[in-house]
Protein backbone atom coordinates (compact mmCIF):
# COMPACT_ATOMS: atom_id res chain seq x y z
CA UNK A 1 0.00 0.00 0.00
CA UNK A 2 2.36 3.28 -1.20
CA UNK A 3 1.09 6.46 -0.23
CA UNK A 4 2.59 9.54 -1.09
CA UNK A 5 0.75 12.61 0.73
CA UNK A 6 2.09 16.36 0.11
CA UNK A 7 2.41 18.77 2.79
CA UNK A 8 1.92 21.67 1.01
CA UNK A 9 3.31 25.09 2.01
CA UNK A 10 0.88 27.59 0.01
CA UNK A 11 2.48 30.92 1.31
CA UNK A 12 5.93 29.91 0.86
CA UNK A 13 5.08 27.78 -2.68
CA UNK A 14 6.82 24.58 -1.72
CA UNK A 15 5.56 20.84 -0.83
CA UNK A 16 7.23 18.36 1.66
CA UNK A 17 6.32 14.84 1.19
CA UNK A 18 5.27 12.16 3.20
CA UNK A 19 5.59 8.56 1.69
CA UNK A 20 4.85 5.14 3.61
CA UNK A 21 4.29 1.57 3.05
CA UNK A 22 1.26 1.35 5.14
CA UNK A 23 3.95 0.69 8.10
CA UNK A 24 7.39 3.32 7.81
CA UNK A 25 8.11 5.79 6.09
CA UNK A 26 9.85 8.50 4.81
CA UNK A 27 9.88 11.90 4.36
CA UNK A 28 10.99 14.58 1.77
CA UNK A 29 11.76 17.84 2.35
CA UNK A 30 10.15 18.75 5.45
CA UNK A 31 9.56 22.37 6.58
CA UNK A 32 10.92 23.85 9.98
CA UNK A 33 7.03 23.34 11.61
CA UNK A 34 7.50 19.75 12.35
CA UNK A 35 4.50 19.16 14.01
CA UNK A 36 2.86 18.89 10.77
CA UNK A 37 4.59 15.78 9.46
CA UNK A 38 4.49 14.18 13.31
CA UNK A 39 0.59 14.95 13.30
CA UNK A 40 -0.03 13.31 9.40
CA UNK A 41 2.39 10.06 10.44
CA UNK A 42 0.56 9.31 13.54
CA UNK A 43 -2.90 9.67 11.57
CA UNK A 44 -1.76 7.36 8.90
CA UNK A 45 -0.49 4.98 11.98
CA UNK A 46 3.23 4.83 10.37
CA UNK A 47 6.54 5.57 11.62
CA UNK A 48 9.11 7.85 10.20
CA UNK A 49 12.51 6.20 9.58
CA UNK A 50 14.36 8.35 7.24
CA UNK A 51 14.68 11.84 6.24
CA UNK A 52 15.80 12.89 2.80
CA UNK A 53 17.15 16.50 1.87
CA UNK A 54 17.40 17.43 -2.14
CA UNK A 55 19.45 20.41 -1.31
CA UNK A 56 20.64 23.10 0.95
CA UNK A 57 17.58 25.13 1.27
CA UNK A 58 17.51 29.07 0.20
CA UNK A 59 13.81 29.84 0.94
CA UNK A 60 13.12 27.89 4.19
CA UNK A 61 14.14 26.62 7.01
CA UNK A 62 14.42 23.12 7.20
CA UNK A 63 12.48 20.53 9.81
CA UNK A 64 14.92 17.86 8.18
CA UNK A 65 17.38 17.83 11.08
CA UNK A 66 14.76 18.56 14.21
CA UNK A 67 12.67 15.88 12.59
CA UNK A 68 15.95 13.34 12.77
CA UNK A 69 16.47 14.04 16.28
CA UNK A 70 12.90 13.61 17.31
CA UNK A 71 11.99 10.73 15.67
CA UNK A 72 15.27 8.93 15.69
CA UNK A 73 15.09 8.82 11.79
CA UNK A 74 18.35 8.63 9.57
CA UNK A 75 18.62 12.16 8.03
CA UNK A 76 20.39 11.87 4.26
CA UNK A 77 22.25 14.55 2.87
CA UNK A 78 24.49 15.27 0.55
CA UNK A 79 27.95 14.10 1.23
CA UNK A 80 29.13 16.97 -0.63
CA UNK A 81 27.29 19.26 1.48
CA UNK A 82 29.63 21.91 4.20
CA UNK A 83 27.25 21.16 6.73
CA UNK A 84 27.94 21.17 10.98
CA UNK A 85 25.75 18.15 11.90
CA UNK A 86 25.68 14.46 12.22
CA UNK A 87 23.84 12.78 8.84
CA UNK A 88 24.05 10.20 6.91
CA UNK A 89 26.08 11.30 3.68
CA UNK A 90 24.49 10.40 0.18
CA UNK A 91 26.16 10.05 -3.34
CA UNK A 92 24.71 9.54 -6.64
CA UNK A 93 23.49 6.09 -7.29
CA UNK A 94 23.09 5.17 -3.68
CA UNK A 95 20.31 3.18 -2.91
CA UNK A 96 18.26 3.24 0.61
CA UNK A 97 15.96 0.36 1.70
CA UNK A 98 13.06 1.84 3.39
CA UNK A 99 10.85 -0.96 4.82
CA UNK A 100 10.73 -4.38 2.99
CA UNK A 101 9.31 -2.58 -0.21
CA UNK A 102 11.10 0.70 -1.18
CA UNK A 103 13.71 1.90 -2.28
CA UNK A 104 15.23 5.21 -2.94
CA UNK A 105 17.44 6.00 -5.35
CA UNK A 106 19.96 9.11 -5.07
CA UNK A 107 20.50 11.14 -8.49
CA UNK A 108 22.94 14.06 -8.74
CA UNK A 109 20.88 16.44 -10.39
CA UNK A 110 23.16 20.08 -9.91
CA UNK A 111 21.24 23.41 -11.18
CA UNK A 112 19.15 24.75 -8.37
CA UNK A 113 22.71 24.10 -6.36
CA UNK A 114 25.81 22.42 -7.35
CA UNK A 115 24.97 19.33 -4.74
CA UNK A 116 21.56 19.49 -5.81
CA UNK A 117 19.52 15.80 -5.11
CA UNK A 118 16.66 14.14 -6.40
CA UNK A 119 14.98 10.86 -5.19
CA UNK A 120 13.86 8.15 -7.38
CA UNK A 121 11.49 5.79 -5.65
CA UNK A 122 10.84 2.17 -6.48
CA UNK A 123 8.11 0.18 -4.95
CA UNK A 124 8.03 -3.25 -4.97
CA UNK A 125 10.05 -3.49 -8.41
CA UNK A 126 8.84 -0.52 -9.96
CA UNK A 127 10.02 3.27 -10.43
CA UNK A 128 6.80 5.56 -9.66
CA UNK A 129 7.75 8.45 -8.86
CA UNK A 130 10.68 11.30 -8.34
CA UNK A 131 11.58 13.84 -5.85
CA UNK A 132 12.90 16.39 -7.75
CA UNK A 133 12.95 19.21 -5.24
CA UNK A 134 14.21 22.34 -7.52
CA UNK A 135 15.51 20.31 -10.23
CA UNK A 136 12.39 19.00 -12.45
CA UNK A 137 9.32 21.43 -11.58
CA UNK A 138 6.08 21.47 -13.11
CA UNK A 139 6.34 23.31 -16.36
CA UNK A 140 9.69 24.58 -15.00
CA UNK A 141 12.84 24.42 -13.29
CA UNK A 142 14.24 25.70 -9.99
CA UNK A 143 16.11 29.05 -10.93
CA UNK A 144 20.02 28.90 -11.00
CA UNK A 145 20.60 32.59 -9.62
CA UNK A 146 20.29 31.86 -6.48
CA UNK A 147 24.21 31.57 -6.08
CA UNK A 148 24.99 34.80 -7.49
CA UNK A 149 25.67 35.60 -10.88
CA UNK A 150 29.36 34.21 -10.59
CA UNK A 151 27.72 30.58 -10.84
CA UNK A 152 24.56 31.58 -13.02
CA UNK A 153 25.23 30.90 -16.04
CA UNK A 154 27.27 27.45 -14.57
CA UNK A 155 23.93 26.01 -13.03
CA UNK A 156 21.60 27.16 -15.81
CA UNK A 157 23.46 24.64 -17.90
CA UNK A 158 23.59 22.07 -15.00
CA UNK A 159 19.70 22.10 -14.54
CA UNK A 160 19.25 21.37 -18.07
CA UNK A 161 21.40 18.69 -18.25
CA UNK A 162 19.88 17.62 -14.51
CA UNK A 163 16.64 17.85 -16.53
CA UNK A 164 17.10 15.48 -19.39
CA UNK A 165 19.23 12.94 -16.84
CA UNK A 166 15.66 12.89 -14.97
CA UNK A 167 14.07 12.04 -17.98
CA UNK A 168 15.97 9.65 -19.88
CA UNK A 169 16.89 7.52 -16.72
CA UNK A 170 12.93 7.43 -15.72
CA UNK A 171 9.86 5.94 -17.03
CA UNK A 172 7.12 8.28 -18.53
CA UNK A 173 4.90 7.28 -15.87
CA UNK A 174 6.86 7.82 -12.66
CA UNK A 175 5.28 10.92 -10.73
CA UNK A 176 7.35 13.82 -10.76
CA UNK A 177 7.14 15.30 -6.89
CA UNK A 178 8.86 18.60 -6.48
CA UNK A 179 9.22 20.66 -3.84
CA UNK A 180 9.44 24.29 -5.05
CA UNK A 181 6.99 25.52 -8.36
CA UNK A 182 3.49 26.32 -6.56
CA UNK A 183 4.41 30.49 -6.02
CA UNK A 184 7.94 30.03 -4.35
CA UNK A 185 10.71 32.70 -5.39
CA UNK A 186 12.91 28.89 -6.38
CA UNK A 187 10.97 28.56 -9.38
CA UNK A 188 12.50 30.01 -12.49
CA UNK A 189 8.30 30.30 -13.52
CA UNK A 190 4.95 29.53 -12.16
CA UNK A 191 2.85 26.85 -13.04
CA UNK A 192 -0.85 26.23 -12.16
CA UNK A 193 -0.34 22.46 -12.37
CA UNK A 194 -0.76 20.13 -9.25
CA UNK A 195 0.15 16.78 -10.34
CA UNK A 196 2.53 15.16 -13.49
CA UNK A 197 4.62 12.57 -14.87
CA UNK A 198 7.70 12.55 -16.56
CA UNK A 199 6.04 12.11 -19.64
CA UNK A 200 3.85 14.95 -19.26
CA UNK A 201 6.47 17.08 -18.77
CA UNK A 202 8.68 15.90 -22.17
CA UNK A 203 5.71 17.80 -23.94
CA UNK A 204 5.39 21.28 -22.35
CA UNK A 205 8.51 21.61 -19.78
CA UNK A 206 10.84 24.07 -21.49
CA UNK A 207 14.50 22.00 -19.79
CA UNK A 208 12.90 18.71 -22.76
CA UNK A 209 11.27 20.63 -24.83
CA UNK A 210 13.67 23.20 -25.96
CA UNK A 211 17.39 23.12 -27.21
CA UNK A 212 19.81 23.90 -24.97
CA UNK A 213 20.75 27.65 -25.84
CA UNK A 214 17.01 28.31 -26.39
CA UNK A 215 16.19 27.21 -22.79
CA UNK A 216 18.94 29.14 -21.33
CA UNK A 217 18.24 31.88 -22.51
CA UNK A 218 14.68 32.09 -22.44
CA UNK A 219 14.93 30.94 -18.59
CA UNK A 220 17.95 33.57 -17.79
CA UNK A 221 15.73 36.38 -19.43
CA UNK A 222 12.83 35.66 -17.05
CA UNK A 223 14.47 35.89 -14.03
CA UNK A 224 13.86 38.89 -11.43
CA UNK A 225 14.63 39.82 -7.55
CA UNK A 226 14.25 36.82 -4.84
CA UNK A 227 13.73 37.86 -1.37
CA UNK A 228 16.17 39.05 0.64
CA UNK A 229 16.22 37.28 3.68
CA UNK A 230 16.96 33.92 1.30
CA UNK A 231 20.59 35.34 2.05
CA UNK A 232 20.24 33.71 5.98
CA UNK A 233 18.86 30.76 5.05
CA UNK A 234 21.33 28.57 3.93
CA UNK A 235 24.09 29.08 6.52
CA UNK A 236 20.85 28.46 8.85
CA UNK A 237 20.00 25.11 7.38
CA UNK A 238 24.11 23.98 7.12
CA UNK A 239 23.98 24.78 10.93
CA UNK A 240 21.43 21.99 11.96
CA UNK A 241 18.26 24.47 12.81
CA UNK A 242 15.96 23.43 16.08
CA UNK A 243 12.66 22.66 16.02
CA UNK A 244 10.84 26.23 17.10
CA UNK A 245 9.47 27.41 19.82
CA UNK A 246 5.89 28.54 19.18
CA UNK A 247 4.33 29.28 22.30
CA UNK A 248 3.39 32.77 22.18
CA UNK A 249 5.83 35.92 23.29
CA UNK A 250 4.60 38.59 25.85
CA UNK A 251 1.24 40.27 25.24
CA UNK A 252 1.77 44.08 24.55
CA UNK A 253 -0.77 46.75 25.56
CA UNK A 254 -1.37 49.65 24.36
CA UNK A 255 1.32 51.87 25.64
CA UNK A 256 4.47 49.22 24.43
CA UNK A 257 2.65 49.16 21.36
CA UNK A 258 3.18 53.00 21.04
CA UNK A 259 6.88 52.87 22.54
CA UNK A 260 7.93 50.37 19.98
CA UNK A 261 6.19 52.17 17.17
CA UNK A 262 8.62 55.17 18.39
CA UNK A 263 11.60 52.79 18.62
CA UNK A 264 11.50 51.77 15.02
CA UNK A 265 10.69 48.50 16.02
CA UNK A 266 7.89 46.67 13.56
CA UNK A 267 4.52 46.15 14.94
CA UNK A 268 2.91 44.14 11.97
CA UNK A 269 -1.46 44.76 11.79
CA UNK A 270 -2.06 41.07 10.65
CA UNK A 271 -5.94 42.08 9.31
CA UNK A 272 -6.62 42.50 5.61
CA UNK A 273 -6.01 45.08 3.89
CA UNK A 274 -9.58 46.51 4.11
CA UNK A 275 -10.05 46.23 7.49
CA UNK A 276 -6.93 47.74 7.88
CA UNK A 277 -7.60 50.99 5.50
CA UNK A 278 -10.63 51.39 6.99
CA UNK A 279 -8.33 51.61 10.92
CA UNK A 280 -5.54 50.82 12.31
CA UNK A 281 -3.14 51.90 15.10
CA UNK A 282 -0.94 54.77 13.28
CA UNK A 283 2.58 53.76 12.22
CA UNK A 284 1.74 49.76 12.11
CA UNK A 285 2.41 47.94 8.95
CA UNK A 286 0.01 45.85 7.07
CA UNK A 287 0.93 42.38 6.22
CA UNK A 288 -2.19 40.46 5.61
CA UNK A 289 -2.61 36.87 6.90
CA UNK A 290 -4.34 36.71 3.54
CA UNK A 291 -1.36 37.33 0.90
CA UNK A 292 2.27 35.85 1.58
CA UNK A 293 3.03 37.47 4.58
CA UNK A 294 6.08 35.84 5.73
CA UNK A 295 7.50 36.10 2.13
CA UNK A 296 6.86 39.85 1.89
CA UNK A 297 7.52 40.91 5.88
CA UNK A 298 10.83 39.05 5.41
CA UNK A 299 11.93 40.43 2.44
CA UNK A 300 11.20 43.80 3.58
CA UNK A 301 11.99 43.88 7.31
CA UNK A 302 15.91 44.63 8.76
CA UNK A 303 17.05 41.73 9.95
CA UNK A 304 17.17 41.46 13.57
CA UNK A 305 14.44 43.85 13.70
CA UNK A 306 11.90 43.01 16.97
CA UNK A 307 8.33 42.11 15.40
CA UNK A 308 5.20 42.72 17.48
CA UNK A 309 2.29 40.94 15.86
CA UNK A 310 -1.42 42.34 16.30
CA UNK A 311 -4.03 39.97 15.51
CA UNK A 312 -7.98 39.75 15.86
CA UNK A 313 -7.72 36.37 17.52
CA UNK A 314 -4.80 34.50 19.13
CA UNK A 315 -5.07 32.02 15.85
CA UNK A 316 -4.34 34.72 13.76
CA UNK A 317 -1.04 35.53 16.01
CA UNK A 318 -0.53 31.52 15.99
CA UNK A 319 -0.70 31.27 12.54
CA UNK A 320 2.00 34.24 11.76
CA UNK A 321 4.31 32.94 14.28
CA UNK A 322 4.20 29.77 12.20
CA UNK A 323 4.83 31.70 8.90
CA UNK A 324 7.81 33.48 10.49
CA UNK A 325 9.64 30.59 12.45
CA UNK A 326 9.40 29.06 8.67
CA UNK A 327 11.94 31.30 7.27
CA UNK A 328 14.07 32.20 10.48
CA UNK A 329 12.15 34.79 12.61
CA UNK A 330 11.93 32.66 15.46
CA UNK A 331 10.53 35.04 18.69
CA UNK A 332 8.52 38.06 18.14
CA UNK A 333 8.75 40.61 20.79
CA UNK A 334 5.14 40.74 21.61
CA UNK A 335 2.03 40.22 20.58
CA UNK A 336 -1.98 41.50 21.11
CA UNK A 337 -5.23 40.63 20.59
CA UNK A 338 -8.60 42.05 20.02
CA UNK A 339 -9.77 45.70 17.99
CA UNK A 340 -7.23 48.74 17.03
CA UNK A 341 -9.30 50.84 19.09
CA UNK A 342 -7.86 48.50 21.77
CA UNK A 343 -4.75 48.76 20.52
CA UNK A 344 -4.31 52.46 20.12
CA UNK A 345 -5.47 53.16 23.75
CA UNK A 346 -8.07 55.70 23.26
CA UNK A 347 -6.01 57.37 20.81
CA UNK A 348 -7.60 58.25 17.10
CA UNK A 349 -7.35 55.50 14.98
CA UNK A 350 -5.38 56.39 11.16
CA UNK A 351 -7.15 55.27 8.51
CA UNK A 352 -6.40 54.85 4.47
CA UNK A 353 -8.15 55.98 1.29
CA UNK A 354 -8.96 52.80 -0.84
CA UNK A 355 -9.53 53.44 -4.58
CA UNK A 356 -9.87 51.64 -8.04
CA UNK A 357 -8.31 52.23 -11.34
CA UNK A 358 -11.70 53.88 -12.61
CA UNK A 359 -11.21 56.19 -9.52
CA UNK A 360 -7.24 56.37 -10.72
CA UNK A 361 -8.74 57.24 -14.56
CA UNK A 362 -11.20 59.92 -13.51
CA UNK A 363 -9.24 62.00 -11.04
CA UNK A 364 -6.08 62.08 -13.80
CA UNK A 365 -8.88 63.49 -16.22
CA UNK A 366 -9.64 66.51 -13.55
CA UNK A 367 -5.86 66.88 -11.60
CA UNK A 368 -2.60 65.79 -11.94
CA UNK A 369 -1.23 63.49 -8.93
CA UNK A 370 1.67 61.16 -8.39
CA UNK A 371 1.43 57.23 -9.48
CA UNK A 372 3.82 54.61 -7.64
CA UNK A 373 3.68 51.16 -8.82
CA UNK A 374 5.57 48.54 -6.29
CA UNK A 375 5.05 45.70 -8.88
CA UNK A 376 8.68 43.43 -9.83
CA UNK A 377 10.99 44.75 -12.77
CA UNK A 378 9.85 41.72 -14.83
CA UNK A 379 5.56 42.78 -14.49
CA UNK A 380 6.38 46.72 -14.88
CA UNK A 381 8.29 45.65 -18.39
CA UNK A 382 5.47 44.19 -19.53
CA UNK A 383 2.86 47.18 -19.22
CA UNK A 384 2.79 50.01 -17.28
CA UNK A 385 0.64 53.26 -16.33
CA UNK A 386 1.91 56.19 -18.34
CA UNK A 387 4.21 58.51 -15.95
CA UNK A 388 3.78 56.21 -12.56
CA UNK A 389 7.34 56.01 -10.85
CA UNK A 390 8.09 52.56 -10.35
CA UNK A 391 9.82 51.30 -7.05
CA UNK A 392 9.39 47.58 -6.54
CA UNK A 393 7.95 46.98 -2.97
CA UNK A 394 11.27 45.22 -1.87
CA UNK A 395 13.17 48.34 -2.82
CA UNK A 396 10.78 50.74 -1.65
CA UNK A 397 12.50 51.32 2.32
CA UNK A 398 15.66 52.39 0.74
CA UNK A 399 14.24 54.41 -1.89
CA UNK A 400 11.81 56.20 -0.06
CA UNK A 401 13.19 59.45 -1.42
CA UNK A 402 12.50 59.14 -4.93
CA UNK A 403 8.55 58.44 -3.84
CA UNK A 404 7.21 62.24 -4.65
CA UNK A 405 6.00 64.44 -2.16
CA UNK A 406 2.10 65.18 -1.59
CA UNK A 407 -0.66 62.42 -2.50
CA UNK A 408 0.62 59.31 -3.92
CA UNK A 409 -1.85 56.55 -5.96
CA UNK A 410 -0.03 53.55 -4.84
CA UNK A 411 -0.55 50.32 -7.20
CA UNK A 412 0.24 46.65 -7.54
CA UNK A 413 -0.97 43.93 -9.64
CA UNK A 414 -4.13 43.42 -7.04
CA UNK A 415 -3.70 45.13 -4.13
CA UNK A 416 -1.79 43.50 -1.52
CA UNK A 417 1.63 44.77 -1.83
CA UNK A 418 0.09 48.18 -2.31
CA UNK A 419 -0.87 48.38 0.40
CA UNK A 420 2.17 46.80 2.32
CA UNK A 421 3.51 49.67 0.62
CA UNK A 422 0.89 52.38 1.34
CA UNK A 423 1.37 51.22 4.83
CA UNK A 424 4.99 51.64 5.05
CA UNK A 425 4.81 55.34 3.66
CA UNK A 426 1.67 56.28 6.38
CA UNK A 427 4.21 54.96 8.76
CA UNK A 428 6.86 57.81 7.40
CA UNK A 429 4.26 60.69 7.25
CA UNK A 430 3.33 60.63 3.54
CA UNK A 431 -0.65 60.42 2.03
CA UNK A 432 -0.99 57.63 -0.07
CA UNK A 433 -3.96 56.37 -1.69
CA UNK A 434 -4.44 52.41 -2.05
CA UNK A 435 -5.43 50.98 -5.37
CA UNK A 436 -7.24 47.82 -4.49
CA UNK A 437 -7.59 46.46 -7.67
CA UNK A 438 -6.67 44.10 -10.35
CA UNK A 439 -3.86 45.83 -12.80
CA UNK A 440 -5.92 43.91 -15.79
CA UNK A 441 -9.15 46.91 -15.08
CA UNK A 442 -6.32 50.03 -16.20
CA UNK A 443 -6.80 50.02 -19.71
CA UNK A 444 -9.99 48.93 -19.48
CA UNK A 445 -11.15 51.74 -16.85
CA UNK A 446 -9.39 54.45 -19.12
CA UNK A 447 -6.02 54.62 -17.20
CA UNK A 448 -3.02 54.60 -19.78
CA UNK A 449 -1.15 51.52 -19.15
CA UNK A 450 1.90 51.57 -21.42
CA UNK A 451 3.30 48.20 -23.12
CA UNK A 452 6.83 48.07 -22.81
CA UNK A 453 8.30 44.66 -22.83
Not at 10 to 23: E, I, K, W
Not at 293 to 311: D, Q
Request: net charge negative; hydrophobic share 45%; charged share 20%.
Amino acid sequence: MLRILPIDTPTLGDRSYLVHDGQVAFVVDPQRDIDRVLGLAASEGVTVTHVFETHIHNDYITGGYALAEVTGAAYHVNADDPVSFDRIPVRDGDVIAVGDSLRVRVLATPGHTFTHLSYALDAGGEQVAVFSGGSLLYGSVGRPDLLGPDHTHALVRHQYASAQRLATELPDTAGVYPTHGFGSFCSATQSAADAATIGSEKLINPALTRDEQAFVDELLAGLDAWPAYYAHMAPANSAGPAAPDLTRPQRADAEQIRKRIAAGEWVVDLRNRVAFTAGHVAGTLNFGLDGSFATYLGWLIGWGTPVTLLGETPDQVDEAQRELVRIGIDRPAAYATGTPTEWAGGEDLATLPRATFADLAQVLHHRTVAVLDVRRNIEAAQARIDGAVHIPLHDLLRRLDEVPLGEVWVHCAAGYRATIAASILAAHGRRPVVVDDDFDRARADGVLALAVG
